[in-house]
């Protein structure tokens, strides 16, 4: 995408070069000329580009959507991540949250491209753990429940706004715990998406990937070891009125 970033910037600068074309009446053939030359520019890197995109990078054993409170979709996006960072980052998080409304698109059963991924991740996001204070995390889960769940991993959260029934992290006695490391991406962590708790936290740390990039190297090393992708409910969010 950053090759085409740079085509674009190289168009604008051809047309900027051309001062008889932006007049009062335009010559149009000074326009065609233009046209046609960004166009034998552009040509070779779109055929290139559209091979990369199109390419099959791994198999899906279901067809995944996105949903409250969990769905097939939100979980696996928010699992790949999680266990990226277990295994990517010196500092283990523990728990992830990521954002309904970010992901795009659905997962087909089937061929999944690289331009499928790029559709249901078009946002240049980063992962980032963000280290807040056992009282942000208690208005986390409360915005959980609020909102009717968010995408999550190793988190179990089951109850409503007046009674909360059951708070779990995997490895983690959660009433000695002062602070939280969160695995969520740099707009969430900002306040995205009314995640105001994110705010002014302890430390913010950035692993310098994208979570796009995370993903199609998942679909990646899924195929490459004879796999498919494949996801499941297990109410790790449920939420009672």
């Known amino acids: 995408m950053k090759l085409l970033v740079s085509i674009l910037l190289l168009i604008i600068s051809l047309v900027a070069c051309q001062p008889k074309i932006i007049q009062s009446t335009y010559k149009m053939e000074e326009v065609n000329q233009t046209l046609s030359l960004t166009d034998s520019i552009i040509s070779p890197y779109k055929k290139s ?3 990369e995109m199109k390419e099959v990078i791994c198999f ?3 067809a995944m959507e996105k949903g409250q ?3 097939l979709l939100g979980n696996w996006v928010a699992d790949l991540s ?3 960072a277990k295994k990517s980052i010196n500092i283990n998080p523990h728990f992830c949250i990521l954002n309904y409304g970010g992901l795009r698109t659905s997962i087909p059963k089937g061929e999944i491209t690289k331009e499928r991924i790029y559709s249901l991740m078009p946002f240049d996001n980063e992962l980032v753990v963000v280290v807040i204070t056992k009282e942000k995390f208690n208005q986390l889960i409360k915005y959980l429940i609020n909102v009717g769940g968010q995408p999550t991993s190793n988190l179990i959260v089951s109850g409503s ?3 909360i029934k059951q708070i779990k992290i995997e490895g983690v006695d959660i009433e000695s715990q002062k602070e939280f490391r969160v695995l969520t991406t ?3 962590a900002k306040g995205g998406d009314k995640m105001d708790f994110f705010l002014n936290p302890i430390e913010v740390i950035y692993t310098n990937m994208k979570l796009r990039d995370v993903i199609i190297n998942h679909c990646i090393d899924t195929n490459s070891k004879g796999k498919k992708i494949s996801s499941q409910l297990d109410n790790r969010i449920s939420i009672n009125e």
Request: charged share 35%; hydrophobic share 15%.
């Open 161 to 163: 706004t007046e009674n």
């Open 69 to 71: 409170p969990e769905s």
């Open 186 to 188: 740099d707009y969430l």
């Open 82 to 84: 999680f266990n990226y």
């Open 49 to 51: 580009l559209d091979k």
């Open 60 to 62: 899906s054993e279901q």
